[in-house]
């Protein structure tokens, strides 16, 4: 059974920094494709952020390019978004995700995920 477990939500003001975290459970962590997504209240789910199984391959929408960076410990079963100078617009729920097998393109859609974790809210207040 895979279980993600993403911590480090909170409440911040423009312009800090929060960094969020995501356990996984499960075998063969290495292998997998992971990703951050995000959804702010009264919008649909919008692909944030992605890391290729090697760590070294990462894709980020336009929004966040040069402020969040994304990383993994693939002997611990970690995934990270280090966000900075985090704005009003980045509130939202941020998920955690597993791509599906065989996959290894780091840009992705919500179909390319075979599973989710529960989410934690990060609000940035003006």
């Known amino acids: 059974q895979v279980q993600l477990v993403e911590s480090g939500g909170g409440l911040v003001q423009a312009g800090d920094s929060r960094r969020l975290s995501c356990e996984a459970s499960?075998?063969?962590?290495?292998?997998?494709?992971m990703g951050w997504f995000r959804q702010a209240p009264g919008k649909e789910r919008e692909f944030v952020a992605g890391i290729h199984q090697d760590g070294v391959q990462t894709y980020y929408i336009d929004s966040v390019k040069g402020r969040f960076t994304i990383s993994r410990d693939n002997a611990k079963g970690m995934v990270y978004l280090q966000m900075n100078s985090l704005k009003p617009e980045d509130t939202a729920a941020y998920y955690c995700?597993?791509?599906?097998?065989?996959?290894?393109?780091?840009?992705?859609?919500?179909?390319?995920?075979?599973?989710w974790g529960q989410g934690t809210q990060v609000t940035v207040s003006s």
């Open positions: 499960g075998r063969a962590f290495i292998s997998y494709v």
């Open positions: 995700a597993r791509a599906r097998p065989l996959l290894t393109r780091v840009r992705l859609t919500e179909d390319d995920i075979r599973y």
